[in-house]
């Protein structure tokens, strides 16, 4: 069983910074595409950022030139370097991964728990 643990949440001011770091662990062939997504009291769970296994990256519209994805291909691991937080920016991140174990034919998408970030005005 593979899994997510994200970790590096937190309550900030608007115009701080945060980094949220997910660690896969687990059988794990290969991860395709790691992500993130965030989901805001009310409102639907949402794309944030996402990156390939060859760093190929893409952004939501609203975070572009302030969020910045990263990935360690080596150690399972992505990040989500956040930049001029603003209140709107206040959700639950979830990490996501697009993994295949060694006796799968296709990826298969996995969650992690989620980490709140909370952005004050």
């Excluded at 390939?52 to 990263?70: C, E, L, M, Q």
């Amino acid at each position: 069983q593979v899994q997510l643990v994200e970790s590096g949440g937190g309550l900030l001011q608007a115009g701080g910074s945060l980094r949220l770091s997910c660690a896969a662990s687990g059988t794990i062939f290969n991860i395709n595409v790691m992500g993130w997504y965030r989901q805001a009291p009310g409102k639907q769970r949402e794309l944030v950022a996402e990156i390939t296994s060859n760093d190929s990256t893409n952004y939501a519209d609203s975070v572009k030139g302030r969020f910045t994805i990263s990935r360690a291909n080596a150690k399972n691991t992505v990040y989500l370097q956040m930049n001029s937080l603003k209140p709107e920016d206040t959700a639950v991140y979830y990490c996501n991964a697009r993994v295949k174990r060694p006796w799968d034919i296709w990826d298969h998408e996995v969650w992690g728990q989620g980490t709140l970030v909370t952005v004050s005005s």
